[in-house]
């Protein structure tokens, strides 16, 4: 991860100190910010849960879907929230495929780490948000318009083509994320309610509005419905439908690690960047 020219300038000068934060395992943690300080997390290294275990895909010659119990794996999501913005992002990670026989097609995760740079100035404590998704609730609304945001030649305007709406959280209270696309007038549409009522999620103004984003949401099978699935919950999962010898909880080389690099200051103002 390479350090930037002005924060490296800073922490030779004394200005900053550089620091590491590094967790796994569990889909929370917190980064901390000592008082009278601030932190600039300029990077963060993801090696990808799934390792360390072997899947079955069936070999039959038709286009499939990967299976339900591996499919979480492919798509995974590390988000940020610092108390005034939010910071998602979501990487798909490959698979690797061993072809046998029609039905004996051996699957395995491929979890090289993710280098990511990034730029998130930080004055209090840091929400780090972990999950798998399985899917998501997908369904059509009405046709995509012509729009001053989405002219003709930039934009399936005109064609045809069906907006799509996807919902995250389902079940009970109100439906906090939802991600319309596209948009007519981005953040301005009425019939988009992201924040019902301040219940919880990621309050406004946060940057979160119009993204696909996932938030964590209850049960832990790929089936169980739309949302960011718990990484130990999962896992737990895992073990209790497939049983022994299986005991994924215990696998260290399954599990996703992420390490931050930030700087950490105490003399100069966030404002003064």
């Known amino acids: 991860m390479t350090i930037?020219?002005?924060?490296?300038?800073?922490?030779?000068?004394?200005?900053?100190?550089?620091?590491?934060?590094?967790?796994?395992?569990?889909g929370q943690s917190v980064l901390g910010v000592p008082p009278n300080s601030y932190i600039i997390i300029f990077g963060y290294t993801y090696n990808p849960m799934g390792s360390g275990i072997i899947g079955t895909s069936t070999g039959a010659n038709t286009f499939q879907e990967i299976e339900n119990d591996l499919l979480p794996f492919l798509t995974q999501q590390v988000s940020f929230w610092n108390g005034e913005n939010f910071y998602p992002f979501i990487h798909h990670v490959p698979m690797i495929g061993r072809f046998?026989?029609?039905?004996?097609?051996?699957?395995?995760?491929?979890?090289?780490?993710?280098?990511?740079?990034?730029?998130?100035?930080?004055?209090?404590?840091?929400?780090?948000?972990?999950g798998l998704?399985?899917?998501?609730?997908?369904?059509?609304?009405?046709?995509?318009?012509?729009?001053?945001?989405?002219p003709i030649g930039l934009t399936y305007g005109g064609s045809g083509c069906v907006n799509r709406r996807t919902t995250f959280q389902e079940g009970p209270g109100p439906n906090l994320n939802r991600f319309y696309q596209p948009n007519d007038v981005p953040g301005s549409d009425p019939a988009i309610d992201y924040y019902q009522d301040g219940a919880g999620a990621v309050p406004p103004p946060s940057g979160a509005d119009d993204?696909?984003?996932?938030?964590?949401?209850?049960?832990?099978?790929?089936?169980?419905g739309p949302g960011l699935i718990s990484p130990a919950e999962y896992l737990e999962y895992?073990?209790?439908?497939?049983?022994?010898?299986?005991s994924t909880q215990t696998n260290a080389a399954i599990q996703y690690y992420l390490t931050c690099h930030y700087a950490i200051y105490t003399e100069r103002n966030p404002s003064q960047i």
């Open 4 to 26: 930037p020219t002005e924060i490296e300038k800073d922490i030779k000068s004394g200005v900053a100190r550089y620091r590491t934060y590094q967790t796994g395992i569990g």
């Open 100 to 130: 046998l026989a029609a039905t004996t097609n051996r699957m395995g995760i491929d979890t090289r780490p993710f280098h990511t740079s990034t730029y998130m100035v930080c004055k209090q404590n840091v929400a780090i948000t972990v």
């Open 133 to 150: 998704l399985g899917r998501f609730n997908d369904r059509q609304t009405s046709q995509i318009n012509v729009t001053n945001n989405t």
């Open 211 to 224: 993204q696909f984003y996932t938030v964590p949401v209850s049960g832990v099978s790929a089936t169980a």
């Open 238 to 246: 895992l073990d209790n439908t497939y049983g022994a010898p299986i």
